[in-house]
């Protein structure tokens, strides 16, 4: 089922890809003109956090996980990239180093785009810079949002928000009434809600005896949305 209209997924997606969509084709062409793919493995490193950035990433297949490490090594995960959104390139922006790093949640292709074509569409394109400063500024309000909520909600509250916002990010060819199919590791998850492995465990457990999941190895099947929505209590 879609959740438009009962749970205000806007909020919680930073909705890069629509800076690229229907970009003028002589836009789209200067930008693109010097870029390469590559197929990056699950976990592989795609830039660290305070390294200089040579470019920009666009995200063609697969999903990116962004994060900040603490000093006793634990990630804390920011955000999910999916498929169609830019990363990396609020650093070159800022004209500053990475704020974080970046690695692949599953096989993903993506596409590397140098620093200077970036700058220099971004100079000549008024589409790209009037997108690009949008969804900076709903990326801010998507990142405020994620705070206060983190400092108001328990885990459980937590763990049940960001199973809403994943199901939405792991809809392939999605039908009305299909299951969901989330796939991501429990470590990853618990980093997301910002509580313990432990923790995460055993809210899911609570959530698969009340049949709002079902989990296949590291699977998570959301078969309850509604549920999650109220568990939420967003």
Do not use: C
Request: without cysteine; glycine residues 4%; proline residues 3%.
């Amino acid at each position: 089922m879609s959740i438009r209209g009962i749970f205000p997924i806007d909020k919680w997606d930073f909705k890069s890809e629509s800076i690229l969509m229907d970009l003028p084709p002589e836009d789209f062409a200067l930008l693109t003109a010097n870029k390469t793919e590559q197929f990056y493995s699950k976990g592989e490193i795609i830039f660290r956090e305070a390294a200089y950035p040579a470019g920009i990433f666009y995200l063609v297949e697969g999903k990116v996980k962004k994060y900040k490490v603490d000093n006793e090594g634990r990630e804390h995960i920011i955000y999910v990239a999916n498929q169609g959104e830019l990363i990396g390139y609020h650093a070159i922006l800022a004209e500053d180093r990475y704020p974080d790093s970046a690695s692949a949640l599953e096989k993903s292709r993506i596409a590397f785009i140098p620093k200077e074509d970036f700058l220099n569409t971004l100079q000549q394109s008024a589409v790209l810079s009037k997108r690009l400063l949008k969804t900076l500024s709903h990326e801010f309000a998507v990142l405020t949002n994620s705070l206060s909520v983190f400092a108001q909600k328990s885990a459980r509250e937590r763990l049940a928000l960001q199973l809403i916002v994943l199901r939405e990010k792991y809809k392939v060819n999605f039908q009305p009434g299909m299951p969901v199919e989330i796939n991501i590791s429990r470590d990853d998850l618990a980093s997301i809600a910002g509580t313990a492995r432990e923790n995460a465990v055993r809210i899911l457990t609570e959530f698969k005896a009340a049949g709002i999941i079902e989990t296949k190895g590291r699977k998570i099947i959301v078969h309850d949305v509604n549920q999650l929505i109220k568990i939420a209590n967003y």
